[in-house]
């Protein structure tokens, strides 16, 4: 029992951190505040996201999935359509 109550713990403190840090991660992708790059640097940056996301939506992804480091869940909404 002495180690699911240090899992308990280590899972609350991650949830806290994300918590405390999700509005900095969405300020990131979506270029705002002083993640501004500007008109040009934020149209090649939405461009590389829509890239990405594309590539995410052809992934032949089904089954179990673990999604590593899934921070706001940005890409996790792509990959819970399949797996």
Known sequence: MENESG????????HRYYEDRAPEYDDVWYR????DLGPEGNRRWFEETARLEAALDELDATGTVLELAAGTGLFTRHLALRA
């Open 7 to 14: 899992f308990d713990d280590i899972l609350q403190e991650q």
């Open 32 to 35: 705002r505040g002083i993640y």
